[in-house]
């Protein structure tokens, strides 16, 4: 192994190490108490280091966003695919990403609720962004209904996916009913 690849590890590992710290760091305590000397500490290099990889706090949120939507594809992906019906496929993800959304609070607010720079609905949005809502469309479009564009239809649900895992988590719904929402969701919105 040459220096330079050396080097390009290094750097990725470390880089892995900031993502990995700030996530574990916002999950425990919010946000807020993600900073840039907070990070620096914990990882044990020094500031400059740290903004040698990201330009700030708002780029590092972006990366835990990004791999955030990369582990949200993946849970969708594999609960619809144990599904045998496509109203058990929709149903399946939308249990999903609800779990997703209550395990995951911080990485979820960094995918879909903080301001990370990230073009969400874009030619230049980022694969794993793009990656997210296509693993929603691939349950959700069998089940729009005829005329229905496959891609409106799935920001709709999504969109109501995201109204039940934010409203629940503020304490607006209580969560006891989250499994009937989501028939509820299913039955009415789902054409078969």
Request: no cysteine; aromatic share 6%.
């Amino acid at each position: 192994m040459s220096v330079q690849d050396r080097k390009q590890r290094e750097r990725a590992e470390r880089e892995r190490l900031i993502v990995a710290t700030a996530r574990e760091l916002a999950e425990q305590q919010g946000w807020d108490a993600v900073t840039t000397r907070r990070l620096a500490e914990r990882i044990e290099y020094s500031q400059p280091v740290l903004y040698s990889h990201f330009r700030g706090k708002r780029e590092i949120i972006g990366a835990v966003a990004l791999e955030g939507a990369a582990e949200l594809a993946a849970a969708v992906r594999a609960a619809a695919s144990g599904a045998r019906t496509p109203r058990g496929r929709v149903a399946a993800l939308a249990r999903a990403y609800l779990a997703f959304a209550e395990a995951n609070p911080a990485v979820y607010d960094a995918v879909f609720q903080l301001d990370t720079g990230l073009p969400f609905a874009h030619e230049d949005t980022p694969g794993p962004l793009k990656d997210a809502f296509a693993a929603l469309q691939e349950s959700l479009g069998e089940v729009a209904g005829d005329g229905v564009d496959p891609g409106l239809f799935t920001e709709t649900f999504w969109a109501s996916l995201h109204g039940l895992a934010t409203l629940t988590r503020a304490g607006r719904l209580p969560p006891r009913d989250t499994g009937r929402r989501v028939e509820l969701l299913v039955n009415r919105l789902a054409v078969l």
